[in-house]
């Protein structure tokens, strides 16, 4: 069985805690315009996480 991890858009950041989440199954997108512009294209809510400790 081949399983081959793909990394989502958290892969170009520096956070240490944004890469941490890059090979998620999520398609997580850094806080930003892109975003903004999806979710209101999409009429889609913002689902915001703000990390934990």
């Known amino acids: 069985m081949h399983t081959e991890r ?3 858009r958290l892969i ?3 956070s240490p805690y944004l890469l ?3 090979y998620n ?3 997580w ?3 930003g ?3 903004f512009q999806k979710a209101q294209r999409e009429s889609k ?8 400790s």
């Open 45 to 52: 809510a913002i689902f915001l996480s703000i990390g934990y």
């Open 25 to 27: 199954p999520v398609d």
């Open 20 to 22: 941490q989440h890059a």
């Open 12 to 14: 170009h950041e520096k």
């Open 33 to 35: 315009e892109e975003a």
């Open 29 to 31: 997108f850094p806080w």
């Open 6 to 8: 793909k990394p989502n």
